[in-house]
Structure formats: structure tokens, C-alpha cells
């Protein structure tokens, strides 16, 4: 098997160094070159053509995320930002990255060996995967002008890899009227909360990072904490959701198994569940399970997924109902909920 050629590109040479020996130590990686600034990288992604570059966001010169709007209508590369807890690595997202992971601090060296290992290796390996050149962002379809919004409804979206700007595309689309929606999408803790006010303010429905007693009604979206599992509960009659730490399901927490399996429970037939780019198959089963229960489900299409694993895995097991082209959920969740 054909190694995957990395390029590390970060201002501090220590932590360069660190991250080039940690990937070195995986049989399934070659760091081809290293760089300590975006005029570096970029001369070496010339001469190198590494599969995956990984990029810090604070650099000198020009910053990672300045680097990344100039960088990808040339050379489109799958790219894996490391950040510290910074809610510009969503500024990167929509850049064109891929995906994230998160710096770690205070740490002793061997820790952070062992996390760089497992987490950065793991999301270069999807990262690699991804064919960059042929992922075009499509605007989302305007949302038809329609009365009669079924409001005793509750939308649940659960995505991964290329997730954070997916539901950007769909909640976007949401007005006021829109049942009460509840979010899982893999990301570390801290940064979740980030990306919830980042919705709140580009958004014209209300978004928070979820809390245990928060109500789920029309108009607003909750997102799951980065490291507990969210729930949906029915508490006298009115629906909720519960927060609470745990192991991981199907190797996440949060899982978008437990959030759908939660709703299929809940709201059985008075629910819409969405399953978005991803890889790997959490929120398969979970879907299923509200299918079997009268939910409505939709899936993404591969054609417009940045990995299409967790929709097609919904998909083969025959949880989805309705698979289509991301610029087209939301409007196709406006039409379900439309009453007759």
C-alpha cells in the first residue's frame, strides 16, 4: 500500500519537529517535506505534491486561513488545521480544510505524541480520501414561502468530517418557523460552543451549545457538548434534552446513534432525521431505528458529501428515505413538515 505523503507546515520549529517524529512513528504515513511559513508550503507543495498538508492557523507572513483562500483555487489539497481552542479554525472550514484537530496544551511529551499519533494520523488518513478538486461548494436552494409548518415536529442532524459547514448550508436555510432542531457533529469540547455562537450570529434561528433541561421548540437548534452525549427526553409533555458524559457509541461521544436513537424513541413518527457527510458509520443504526419508527429520514448524496461514509453506510441498510444533494435538504425537510 502506497504511503500518504504529508507535508507539515507550522511556524514554531520544535513543534514542527515533534509533529514530523509522532507521524514518522505510522507505517502508513511519509512527511515528504516540512515548512514554517505559507511561502515555504507553498514552494513545497510544488515540488513534493503531498497528499495532505497539515497547517497551523498562526503563521508569519500570511496566517493559515489567508494562505488556504489563495492556496485552494490553485492547488486544492486535502488540509488538516491544527488550532488551539480558536473559533477562526471555522474561518479555515470555510476556507476549504477538512478537518481539525486541536493543539494540545500543557501536556507531558509523550501524551502529546501519543494524541498527535492517534487523532492528527487518523484524520489524515480520512483527509486523504477526499478529493478536494471535485467538492465545489453549490449554494443552497432558497427555501419556498410556505404556511402550514407542522411545529410539534423535531429535526435531528448528526454529521463528521466536512459536518461543520454541511449544517452551516442547511440551518442557514431555517426560519423561525422550523420545529425545534437538535445537532450532533463530531468535534472536540470547547469548540462546540464556538460553532453554536458562530451559527447564532450568521443564522435567523436561534443556536446554543445544549444543555441538560433545555427545551427543544420552534425556531431554535441545540448542539451537542464536544464530549457528552445529547438526548431528546419528553418531560410533561414537552420535549427536552439531556447532556451526560459517557462511553463512546460507535466510537464517538457524542454519538449521532444515541441522538437518533434518543429521537426514535421520543418522537417516533413526529420527527425528521438527517444524516450528512461523515466518515465511518455513526448515526446508521440510530436512523434506522426512527425509519422503523415513522420518522422521515434523508440523506446526503455522495456527490456533494466531503466524505461519503456515514450517508452511504445509512443508506446500504436501508435507513434513508430520501437521499439527495446537500443544497437541497433543507428545502426537502420544509416539504415533509409542510401539513396538508
Given amino acids: 500500500m502506497r504511503k500518504i505523503k504529508v507535508l507539515v507546515v507550522?511556524?514554531?520549529a520544535m513543534f514542527r519537529n515533534l509533529l514530523v517524529q509522532s507521524l514518522r512513528a505510522d507505517?502508513?504515513?511519509?512527511?515528504?517535506?516540512?515548512?514554517?511559513?505559507?511561502y515555504a508550503a507553498r514552494d513545497a507543495i510544488i515540488e513534493y505534491r503531498p497528499d495532505v498538508m497539515t497547517l497551523d492557523v498562526e503563521m508569519p507572513k500570511m496566517d493559515g486561513i489567508q494562505f488556504l483562500r489563495k492556496l485552494m483555487p490553485q492547488y486544492p489539497l486535502p488540509v488538516v488545521v491544527i488550532s488551539a481552542l480558536d473559533a477562526r479554525v471555522f474561518d479555515a472550514m470555510e476556507a476549504g480544510a477538512v478537518d481539525f484537530v486541536c493543539k494540545p496544551t500543557g501536556v507531558n511529551p509523550s501524551k502529546m505524541d501519543e494524541?498527535?499519533?492517534k487523532e492528527l494520523g487518523t484524520k489524515i488518513k480520512i483527509a486523504s480520501t477526499v478529493k478536494v478538486g471535485k467538492l465545489k461548494r453549490v449554494e443552497a436552494n432558497p427555501v419556498a414561502s410556505m404556511t402550514g409548518i407542522k411545529k410539534d415536529m423535531v429535526v435531528a442532524i448528526g454529521a463528521s468530517t466536512g459536518g461543520t459547514e454541511a449544517i452551516f448550508d442547511v440551518v442557514s436555510q431555517f426560519r423561525k418557523d422550523i420545529p425545534g432542531v437538535v445537532v450532533v457533529q463530531h468535534m472536540p469540547p470547547g469548540f462546540t460552543e464556538m460553532y453554536a455562537n458562530r451559527l447564532n450570529n450568521q443564522c435567523q434561528v436561534a443556536v446554543k451549545e445544549a444543555a441538560t433541561g433545555d427545551r427543544v421548540y420552534p425556531g431554535r437548534v441545540l448542539i451537542a457538548p464536544g464530549d457528552k452525549h445529547l438526548r431528546l427526553v419528553k418531560v410533561n409533555g414537552v420535549y427536552q434534552v439531556e447532556c451526560k458524559a459517557g462511553e463512546k457509541v460507535s466510537g464517538h461521544c457524542p454519538s449521532v446513534d444515541v441522538l437518533f436513537s434518543s429521537v426514535a424513541k421520543t418522537a417516533k413518527k413526529d420527527a425528521v432525521g438527517v444524516i450528512l457527510t461523515g466518515m465511518g458509520g455513526d448515526g446508521a443504526k440510530g436512523l434506522l431505528e426512527?425509519?422503523?419508527?415513522?420518522?422521515?429520514?434523508?440523506?446526503?448524496?455522495?456527490?456533494?458529501c466531503v466524505v461519503?461514509?456515514?450517508?452511504?453506510?445509512?443508506?446500504?441498510?436501508?435507513a434513508v428515505q430520501h437521499q439527495m444533494e446537500l443544497s437541497n435538504i433543507a428545502n426537502k425537510i420544509y416539504s415533509v413538515l409542510k401539513t396538508n
Avoid: C, H, W
Avoid at 27 to 38: F, N, S
Avoid at 290 to 304: F, K, P, V
Fill in 27 to 38: 507505517p502508513l504515513i511519509e512527511v515528504v517535506a516540512q515548512a514554517g511559513d505559507a
Fill in 115 to 117: 494524541f498527535l499519533r
Fill in 10 to 12: 507550522d511556524d514554531s
Fill in 290 to 304: 426512527m425509519r422503523e419508527a415513522g420518522a422521515i429520514t434523508i440523506g446526503q448524496n455522495e456527490a456533494s
Fill in 308 to 318: 461519503y461514509g456515514m450517508p452511504k453506510v445509512a443508506y446500504d441498510i436501508g
